[in-house]
């Protein structure tokens, strides 16, 4: 069964760096998935796609939060991360990520809440 389990700070301040981690089980991210993504939806708005690695380790962002964004993995613990830096009250939001399998479908975790504030 394939579960994604985001982890990370609840609670950032402003102008500091989020990070997050999302955890796989039941399959490799290094055979089994084709790419993981990041996504968030912020209160009262839908969601917003921020990026996404493949398993090449090519990375692609959202032109909008490109310049604060980092993906990458870790494939001994079978897991990928996210980073944006210089956080602001904007971005807090519900933090999802994905993994999409080389049928296409895509496997979603639960989410986790994301605040900045001071």
């Known amino acids: 069964q394939v579960q994604l389990q985001e982890s990370g700070p609840g609670l950032v301040k402003p102008s500091q760096t989020l990070s997050l981690t999302c955890t796989v089980s039941?399959?490799?991210?290094?055979?089994?998935?084709?790419?993981g993504s990041w996504i968030r939806q912020p209160p009262g708005k839908g969601l917003e796609w921020i990026g996404y690695?493949?398993?090449?380790?090519?990375?692609y962002y959202s032109p909008s939060l490109k310049s604060r964004t980092s993906i990458s993995r870790d494939t001994s613990k079978n897991l990928f991360t996210l980073q944006l830096n210089s956080v602001t009250p904007e971005d807090t939001a519900v933090y999802y990520c994905?993994?999409?399998?080389?049928?296409?479908?895509?496997?979603w975790g639960q989410g986790t809440q994301v605040t900045v504030s001071s």
């Open positions: 039941g399959g490799s991210i290094t055979t089994n998935y084709y790419y």
């Open positions: 994905s993994a999409t399998d080389y049928s296409e479908y895509d496997y």
């Open positions: 690695i493949t398993n090449s380790d090519i990375t």
